[in-house]
């Protein structure tokens, strides 16, 4: 498939030739994203990166490039399935919610923004200090899941946080247990990166059943 165009604006210092490469790499990056479940801005940047040649890193766009041409190519692409996916993926994330209530789930990532793409994960944090407590829950009820670890930053403190993978009717579910105190602050994927979005219940369910909020 072709690139699409690209629609976020240049740098006004770099120069035409870097301006155009830029602008490549961020639309076949987002490509990726939409169409081969990439959901890694750093590896579908460095992928696209290599496809057309670009190594030098002063070339790589930045996630926000990234993203607004997702969004472009979503809704230029993508279209009504675009919307019903991500309506079915916000209504599946709401379902997990509630169940999760009394860990105090808020949904993240690329659901919660509208930009998931035909593979992507659902991304919920839950606040607790007894981590355990929810391995418990998911057991007793017969949910399987595996554990990891991701890094991410409270303020401008590295935290190792577990993530525990599970299906959820269907739909690939990622749960970031954080402590009671970080969700009174802001969590960040890197030290210099940009906040993470939160929504929690309440937000959801108006974002899925706005004529009802």
């Known amino acids: 498939m072709a690139e699409p165009a ?6 006004k210092d770099s120069n035409p030739r870097q301006q155009l490469m830029r602008a490549r790499i961020a639309a076949a990056a987002a490509r990726m994203m939409a169409e081969d479940g990439i959901e890694d801005f750093a590896h579908a940047k460095r992928k696209a990166a290599r496809q057309l040649g670009a190594e030098d890193t002063q070339s790589l766009p930045k996630n926000e490039e990234i ?9 230029l692409y993508q279209g009504e399935e675009q919307r019903e996916r991500i309506r079915y993926l916000r209504e599946r994330a709401l379902e997990a919610m509630r169940l999760l209530e009394q860990f105090r789930p808020y949904l993240a990532g690329a659901v919660l923004k509208g930009t998931a793409g035909r593979y992507s994960d659902i991304d ?14 998911l057991l007793n009820r017969n949910i399987p899941y595996d554990i990891s ?8 403190q590295a935290r190792a946080v ?4 599970l299906d959820w009717q ?12 970080d969700e009174r602050g802001t969590l960040k994927t890197t030290f210099a990166g940009r906040p993470i979005e939160r929504a ?5 369910t108006q974002l899925v059943f706005p004529q009802d909020s």
Do not use: W
């Not at 690209?6 to 740098?11: A, G, I, L, N, V």
């Not at 670890?149 to 401008?156: I, L, S, V």
């Open 6 to 11: 690209c629609f976020f604006s240049m740098p």
């Open 67 to 75: 993203e607004a041409e997702l969004r472009a190519y979503q809704s």
């Open 124 to 137: 919920l944090q839950l606040f607790t200090d007894d981590c355990k407590s929810v391995e418990l829950f």
């Open 149 to 156: 670890e991701q890094r991410h930053f409270a303020g401008d």
């Open 162 to 165: 577990s993530v525990l993978k």
């Open 170 to 181: 269907g739909v690939p579910v990622n749960l970031a247990i954080h402590t009671l105190k």
């Open 200 to 204: 929690g219940i309440q937000a959801v």
